[in-house]
């Protein structure tokens, strides 16, 4: 899951607990007595999510799928698919979401950790979370992390099979979203 779905599963928390959901993958290490006790809930949170989704054995099969040159950075390429389709569900392509307000908000008015700290502002101004609802965005996006990485854009040659996937990986969404929602989702409070 990306920064979309895991704002989703937290937005029934506070905004730090929310904030600590979307930076989390800028934080390292298992201590985290550095931040507020609710970021640091979220960050925990964050990180329960990704554990449960990669143990899932509908992402497994999804892997399994994935061209085998590529497969080592294929769960990369899951994590926007997922987000993805927790927009066309949210129908982010439609209408603004008060969720992503809230999230770009937060974002804008809170320093992100350093690893994150470049990438959040183009986040916001380039409105990401919107722009997933649209597949043709979130393989661009997938091809873009690719470029960051050393050596030849791995991700960038997974773009060809998440089209040609494009139904399988719908419906190993709509079996996994439940499930992480029914474990993780945090409830209004």
Request: net charge neutral.
């Amino acid at each position: 899951m990306n920064f979309l779905a895991h704002a989703w599963l937290a937005r029934g928390g506070s905004d730090d607990f929310l904030y600590g959901n979307l930076i989390a993958d800028g934080v390292k290490g298992a201590d985290l007595s550095a931040w507020p006790a609710a970021v640091a809930a979220g960050i925990r949170h964050h990180r329960r999510v990704d554990a449960f989704v990669d143990a899932h054995p509908v992402v497994a099969d999804a892997l399994a799928r994935a061209p085998r040159e590529q497969r080592r950075y294929a769960g990369i390429a899951l994590d926007l698919v997922w987000d993805h389709f927790v927009a066309r569900r949210l129908e982010l392509d439609r209408e603004e979401s008060a969720l992503v307000k809230r999230c770009y908000c937060l974002l804008a008015d809170r320093p992100a950790p350093d690893r994150l700290a470049a990438m959040m502002p183009v986040l916001v101004e380039q409105d990401w979370l919107h722009g997933y609802a649209d597949f043709a965005f979130t393989c661009r996006a997938v091809a873009r992390i690719g470029r960051r990485l050393s050596g030849p854009n791995r991700l960038a040659e997974l773009v060809p099979w998440l089209e040609a996937d494009y139904a399988n990986l719908a419906a190993d969404f709509r079996c996994l979203w439940p499930a992480v929602k029914a474990a993780l989702e945090v409830p209004d409070r």
